[in-house]
């Protein structure tokens, strides 16, 4: 706090004044008579307390201006920390308008971006759903196509096997015809066409008159027929077929039990081999 200016008051004409007034009462004391009568003592007392007075009343001026000069000091500074703290008000209500202004503009960015947040999961979602639709709509369609390349498959297969068995069939019939040289020209013709089924993947499996009956390689033509124990092929009525290294259908063969004599080979039917044939060519389709 800065020193206080006080204006200053002169103090020489209150001390002249007290002076003044102690001579006067030193002189009305010199010359009363003593003892001092009422009036001159009361006129003695009253100069003496006058001239007090006015020696210490500059002082109480003084003291009291400055006193006053402090206080409107104090007053100011007062006023002006009050304006201060007005100041701080002003800003502290600024701040939390600001503050306010902040907390809404963050609400409404944090709707912002869940909504944002919403519609990209519902994006995807639905992205997600189209790809599966889309995926299940291929896969249906592949699955179609693979099925309907199966019933393709199964139907030239069914065609080649049926005229490998046809071919067996009309050669067998030449073989029993007693004239070698159709024979052979059948037989030529037999192996062209299995050439040819060949490359593609089917082949035919040999099987043998005189051999043992296997079940995983030989049938006999009634499919829930069991071979009695120890049978051999006694004639075979279709060679089995296989497609790229898989087994469709096992030959179809007869079988007999061996007996100690040998007994003529008997001829088969042209009509029983072609009708067997016939009776194997649907297995095709049905093994695949």
């Not at 999961?121 to 639709?133: D, I, K, P, Y």
């Not at 020209?185 to 035919?204: L, Y």
């Not at 051999?232 to 061996?258: E, K, N, S, T, W």
Request: with cysteine; hydrophobic share 50%; charged share 20%.
């Amino acid at each position: 706090m800065s020193e206080p200016v006080i204006p200053r008051l002169p103090k020489w004409p209150f001390q002249a004044a007290a002076v003044l007034l102690l001579a006067v009462a030193g002189h009305l004391a010199w010359r009363s008579p003593s003892p001092f009568a009422t009036v001159p003592l009361l006129v003695w007392v009253g100069a003496v307390v006058l001239a007090g007075l006015l020696g210490v009343l500059p002082f109480l001026m003084e003291y009291r201006a400055l006193t006053r000069a402090v206080e409107t000091e104090l007053l100011g500074e007062a006023v002006q920390q009050l304006q201060k703290l007005e100041g701080v008000a002003r800003h502290v209500t600024a701040s939390t308008s600001q503050w306010h202004n902040i907390q809404e503009q963050a609400a409404l960015t944090q709707k912002a971006a869940k909504e944002i947040a919403e519609r990209i999961n519902a994006e995807a979602r639905g992205f997600t759903e189209s790809l599966q639709r889309a995926n299940d709509t291929e896969k249906h369609t592949l699955r179609l196509e693979v099925e309907k390349l199966r019933r393709v498959e199964g139907e030239w297969l069914q065609v080649v096997v049926g005229l490998l068995d046809h071919g067996f069939a009309l050669h067998q019939a030449a073989a029993q015809s007693g004239r070698p040289e159709v024979a052979q020209q059948i037989s030529v013709f037999q192996n062209a066409c299995r050439d040819i089924a060949r490359r593609v993947g089917v082949t035919q499996l040999e099987a043998r008159a005189g051999e043992p009956f296997d079940d995983n390689i030989h049938r006999l033509p009634q499919a829930d027929a069991e071979p009695p124990e120890g049978a051999m092929v006694d004639a075979v009525l279709a060679p089995g077929v296989a497609f790229q290294g898989r087994l469709l259908r096992p030959a179809i063969v007869l079988a007999r039990v061996p007996v100690t004599e040998p007994r003529p080979e008997a001829p088969v039917a042209t009509a029983t081999l072609l009708a067997a044939a016939e009776e194997a060519v649907p297995e095709a389709d049905r093994l695949l």
